[in-house]
């Protein structure tokens, strides 16, 4: 089948389905609260809905440890819901992407159950076994660590042999060296497609090839065993296949969540000529605030331009990039790229949607970052639900009362959670989300911040949205123009400009809360200019030399 590669001209929408809309009062988000949504997402303008995993799951990591590939969890609906939800997307020309996590399974899996009765089983070799070290094999058999922290190996009692798994230990890792099951991923993948899904997120995907006879690791902050399955020694092979045999047959989408890809190693996955992947979520642009993934840090503008410089440059002409400040695994990006916005929300938000929405790429845009949705004000390390912190606590162990306070603070700004309470749609009881008890708790600013609000506000968040993402449609500029920095060593202004046929895009953004001064650069001095869009009414028309107020953005359009 002809590959349009439609992706290139799209803005795509996150909907994590446990926190989006409620239909039935259960206080958990579902397919058919979905369903009741899709005009507010066809009046938005987006392309295309990614949609976090709504598969059988027992929901020990929010639907990211599978149990049933090819069937809906029970609290989200039935496939016939789901069948409907498709097809409603496609009457309004939006298309899906469905999460394909297959790195690991649920160790509630049909075959995960099958593996540990026997040494013998013919299930056995889907998964990692392995003999432990000691006399008696109670050590694991490599330092491996899990993603969550602690060991990456589980000891079961019924065999006397340890299985891995890089995340929780009810997510065992699959054996993608076993062709069976490549094989059944292969169906599997098929099998939806022939749904009518678009495309696929492909989740922790850079793990699934691991270093033959799995040696131990070195160490990396904590961290052992990284470079023994990150980027390994048959994920292209494995990749190809699977892009050969099913995927080149639809005219679908792939993106990699690709943790510490280089630009190197994201040609090898997204080169069109390489026929892989067609994108990957690469995590160094929003690495610009944390140490090791984690702790945080003063958020880096200088560094921030410059990964954005290395892979617009990288990837131009060969590959594409992903763009996105928000997702399911990411605390909220107001106010963390912006610091204290005060009574600069607006502003703030939409000078994030102009920094991000005029690289070339593809934008993603997470539900709620369309009103500016921001951090839930946690009080206690108690009141968090993600696994994560969880596993963080348990690893703490003993020492876990002495540095509650300290890991407390480091969550309300890392935390996933964050990102998980749910959408603001009102003003009204459970800011419209579910009539019943909400399964997360909802930000305390419903009240101000909410959907409704919104889109009665001509001048909001969501409105700029909207205007954006219709402004992107087959820009050409944006689309293929060639990519140039200014400002370069600014830790307050992020500038850049976009070059295609004799024309070209001129972006200024503010990124802090005060008064900035502005020197236009002498290669745009004499240039005709038409101002484009700005988060300010009374922007100057005409690029020119000026004082930018707090989070002031626009875009000129230079012939």
């Not at 993603?147 to 065999?159: L, Q």
Request: a neutral charge; aromatic letters at 14%; glycine letters at 8%.
């Amino acid at each position: 089948m002809e590959r349009t590669r439609w992706y290139k001209d799209s803005v795509i929408y996150q909907i994590y389905p446990r926190s989006f809309m409620d239909s039935n009062g259960d206080g958990i988000g579902d397919i058919r609260g979905i369903i009741s949504k899709l005009d507010y997402l066809k009046d938005l303008g987006i392309n295309a809905v990614w949609l976090s995993p709504c598969y059988k799951s027992p929901n020990d990591d929010n639907g990211y440890d599978i149990s049933d590939y090819r069937d809906i969890m029970d609290e989200f609906g039935t496939l016939d819901d789901w069948k409907e939800m498709v097809n409603g997307m496609h009457e309004r020309g939006i298309k899906l992407i469905m999460d394909l996590v297959v790195n690991h399974t649920s160790d509630e899996h049909k075959w995960f159950q099958e593996s540990k009765k026997s040494k013998d089983n013919p299930y056995r070799d889907y998964y990692i076994w392995r003999k432990g070290k000691g006399k008696n094999g109670k050590r694991p058999p490599n330092n491996w660590t899990s993603r969550f922290g602690g060991r990456a190996w589980e000891y079961d009692e019924t065999t006397g042999e340890w299985y891995l798994h890089l995340f929780s230990k009810k997510q065992p890792d699959l054996n993608w060296d076993n062709p069976k099951v490549r094989a059944e991923v292969h169906d599997m993948v098929k099998y939806w497609l022939d749904l009518g899904v678009d495309g696929f997120r492909c989740d922790a995907i850079t793990y699934i090839s691991k270093v033959e006879g799995l040696p131990d690791g070195k160490w990396n902050i904590g961290i052992r065993g990284d470079e023994q399955f990150t980027h390994g020694p048959n994920i292209h092979k494995y990749l190809h296949a699977l892009n050969k045999e099913v995927l080149s047959n639809y005219d679908c989408m792939t993106v990699g969540e690709a943790s510490g890809v280089t630009i190197e190693q994201g040609l090898l996955y997204t080169g069109e000529d390489r026929e892989e992947l067609d994108t990957v979520f690469t995590f160094e642009h929003v690495n610009c605030d944390t140490i090791a993934q984690l702790l945080p840090k003063k958020f880096n503008l200088v560094q921030f331009k410059k990964v954005f410089r290395r892979w617009q440059w990288g990837l131009f002409g060969k590959g594409w990039n992903s763009l996105y400040l928000e997702n399911h695994d990411q605390p909220r990006s107001l106010p963390r790229f912006t610091g204290d916005y005060g009574e600069y929300r607006k502003e703030a938000g939409k000078m994030l949607a102009i920094a991000m929405h005029f690289h070339q790429g593809v934008p993603y845009v997470y539900q709620g970052q369309e009103i500016g949705m921001t951090n839930y004000p946690f009080k206690n390390l108690d009141e968090y639900q993600d696994v994560l912190v969880a596993y963080v606590r348990k690893v703490l162990g003993v020492f876990e009362p002495l540095l509650k306070g300290f890991v407390h603070k480091v969550f309300l700004k890392r935390a996933r959670d964050h990102a998980r309470t749910p959408v603001q749609w009102t003003a009204g009881e459970n800011a419209g989300f579910t009539t019943g008890r909400p399964w997360m708790p909802i930000n305390p600013n419903y009240t101000e911040i909410n959907v409704e609000e919104a889109m009665a506000d001509p001048d909001s968040i969501y409105h700029f949205y909207k205007k954006l993402i219709a402004y992107r449609k087959g820009n050409e500029i944006i689309r293929n123009g060639l990519y140039k920095t200014n400002y370069t060593s600014s830790k307050d202004i992020f500038c850049y400009e976009r070059w295609y046929e004799g024309k070209r895009l001129f972006v200024i953004c503010n990124f802090k809360n005060k008064e900035v001064k502005f020197k236009v650069p002498s290669s745009c001095a004499y240039s005709h200019c038409n101002l484009e869009i700005s988060n300010y009414k009374d922007s100057p028309e005409t690029l020119q030399n000026m004082t930018l107020r707090p989070y002031e953005s626009m875009v000129y359009l230079l012939v």
